[in-house]
């Protein structure tokens, strides 16, 4: 048995948790004020209009309470009934060794509170039930990141075309370079995240999409193991070939991911394509079940992309026909937005749906865990040193059977998996630049890894 290290915390300067906590969760917060007094405004019904002034005014105390760092409450018995996943949180608070405040305490744990207490205030009224309080920020986001958006399915339109046409079929090294261009295409769409760019412009959102800024990143990839992914996915043999998405954002990330699955579906690579949403609005931009008809909706509204329509037009029926003929489907569950690392993707855990996905995973020919909150709960979130073997973070999850691929660009300190060297380089790189803080180049979103395990590690 091996010591684990300490996890990160939001009390720690030198952490990325210290400015989450105390300057993004209080505009992130913030937003939602703005998004449910939208909501208001646009109904007529008064109940409505009465149970979202209820609803403001908890927000207004999550914001006071994350300012003045008031200590975190466990949930109450009759908030439990309501939704019984959140007595994983009190299981782990329970754990705690001394009280977590919203500004000192695991910064991983905390922040998933963080999202279900909002959850929970929204939910509690009735006639807010079914309202996502982030959907129009990732609706608005998707369709300013035009300009990604034309490319990708230009791009998309004429592989498939090619892939397609029998009488010239593509070579496995030709087929193996473009899983690696589309694999960098759904890696990079990870920079597009909400609560990264809470206060972004449409420059900043376009400079991380397109296939130039994707050239100019790829050296930016510090842990790459796409070569044993590759031959992992060859080894299975192709009726049972099927790959799942642990996703992470709506709008452009999703449209990445999408992007993957249909080449490797088209050029009869894959068979199936599953896709794990979350059950709730979660971490601003996370993709639910819902999310993927607005997607089909906001692409074919010819208002806000209207140029390369025969293309966006492909892409969609592509999709749209992956989908009816069920070899891409969506899933969720309440696993992924429960306190629980995924270190509980075991037999055991049975009281949230760990069990279930395990069961699911064991004949998955790759499961590509998508983004940086996924990578938190793949790692623990733990400080280990960055040379640690990815499979020593994935610890219980790392003889599972389950061949995980983490597609993530880094945007909080936990990162494994680098040669040695790799940090000391990049800490002084990130100094020489006028930042304080030589480690936070890890939090910046400008370095990403690839990293793989395959569901054995000795
Ligand atoms: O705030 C914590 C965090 O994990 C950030 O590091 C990141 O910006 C965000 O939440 C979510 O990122 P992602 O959408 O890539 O999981
Ligand atoms: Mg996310």
Not at 148 to 157: D, P, Q, S, T, V
Not at 205 to 226: C, F, H, V, Y
Not at 248 to 276: C, I, P, Q, R, W
Request: proline share 4%.
């Amino acid at each position: 048995m091996i010591e684990l290290p300490g996890v990160y915390n939001l009390g720690d300067p030198t952490s990325f948790a210290f400015s989450t906590a105390r300057e993004r969760w209080p505009t992130i917060i913030g937003n939602c004020k703005v998004d449910v007094s939208t909501h208001i405004n646009e109904s007529n019904d008064p109940e409505l209009a009465h149970q979202g002034k209820i609803i403001l005014q908890d927000i207004q105390n999550i914001i006071d309470d994350i300012k003045n760092g008031a200590l975190i409450r466990k949930f109450t018995e009759e908030e439990v009934k309501l939704i019984p996943s959140l007595q994983s949180y009190n299981d782990k608070l329970d754990e705690l060794n001394e009280p977590a405040t919203y500004l000192q305490g695991p910064w991983l744990l905390i922040e998933c509170y963080l999202y279900r207490i909002l959850d929970l205030n929204i939910k509690s009224q009735s006639k807010w039930i079914d309202f996502d309080v982030f959907e129009a920020s990732k609706r608005s986001a998707f369709v300013l990141s035009k300009s990604g958006i034309y490319e990708l399915a230009i791009r998309y339109h004429y592989l498939s075309k090619e892939i397609k046409n029998t009488n010239d079929p593509i070579s496995i090294e030709k087929l193996s370079f473009l899983f690696e261009e589309f694999i960098d295409v759904s890696l990079w769409g990870n920079a597009t995240d909400l609560s990264l760019l809470a206060n972004a412009t449409l420059e900043d959102i376009q400079s991380r999409q397109g296939q130039e800024a994707r050239a100019e990143s790829s050296k930016n990839i510090i842990d790459n193991d796409l070569p044993e992914a590759w031959k992992r996915l060859l080894s299975v043999p192709f009726e049972q070939r099927r790959i799942d998405f642990v996703l992470d954002n709506a709008g452009f990330e999703f449209y990445s991911d999408l992007s993957l699955s249909l080449f490797l579906l088209d050029s009869k690579l894959v068979k199936n394509v599953t896709f794990h949403c979350k059950t709730r609005p979660w971490m601003v931009s996370d993709t639910m079940i819902k999310d993927y008809k607005i997607f089909i909706k906001d692409m074919l509204d010819e208002t806000s992309l209207p140029d390369h329509r025969e293309e966006i037009n492909y892409f969609v029926k592509s999709i749209e026909h992956y989908h009816e003929n069920k070899q891409f489907q969506l899933v969720d569950s309440e696993f992924w937005t429960s306190a629980l690392d995924h270190w509980d993707i075991t037999p055991q855990e049975t009281n949230y749906g760990g069990n279930k996905l395990y069961n699911y995973f064991q004949d998955s020919t790759l499961v590509i865990v998508k983004g940086d909150l996924n990578y938190r709960k793949l790692t623990g979130d733990m400080k280990w040193p960055r040379t640690t073997p990815f499979g020593i973070a994935l610890n219980k999850l790392a003889n599972s059977n389950i061949h995980i691929l983490a597609l993530r660009t880094c945007k909080s300190d936990v990162c494994v998996g680098l040669a040695p060297g790799v940090e000391e380089k990049l800490n002084d790189h990130w100094k020489s630049l006028g930042n304080k803080i030589p480690e936070l180049w890890c939090s910046s979103g400008q370095w990403a890894v690839i990293s793989y395990n395959p569901g054995k590690f000795s």
